[in-house]
């Protein structure tokens, strides 16, 4: 794996560990919502995925920019696709996200970058 999603997925995976050991029953119920609403329903999981990125994005939270980055990824978005995801959240966002869009396309490209040297 690239090393900035290395070190994303061993952050995350680590302090959601941590969390989880002393998490009371609501933060547990969250944590399940969060995971049920992005199942297939009504919408598909590509669909919801790209929703939570341009939310994200607006929103300017790039641990949450990352993860929904690697979930459209596995869902099959393409690039096409994902530069009009990118446009959506600028235009809602307005030039203050402009700097998590640098970031989000640099990790992109190193997600894209893995996929295809494998």
């Not at 680590?14 to 119920?29: P, V």
């Not at 995971?35 to 590509?46: E, N, Q, S």
Request: proline share 1%; net charge negative; glycine share 6%.
């Amino acid at each position: 794996m690239g090393q900035l999603i290395n070190d994303f997925e061993a952050y995350r995976t680590r302090m959601n560990d941590r969390i989880m050991e002393t998490a009371n029953t609501n933060i547990k119920r969250f944590f399940s919502l969060d995971t049920t609403t992005y199942a297939d329903g009504a919408l598909d999981v590509k669909t919801k995925e790209m929703l939570g990125l341009v939310a994200s994005m607006v929103l300017r939270c790039d641990d949450c920019i990352k993860y929904h980055l690697g979930k459209c990824h596995e869902a099959g978005v393409k690039h096409d696709e994902m530069n009009e995801v990118f446009m959506i959240a600028n235009l809602v966002g307005g030039s203050i996200v402009i700097p998590h869009y640098r970031r989000a396309v640099e990790y992109w490209d190193e997600l894209n970058e893995l996929s295809s040297a494998q």
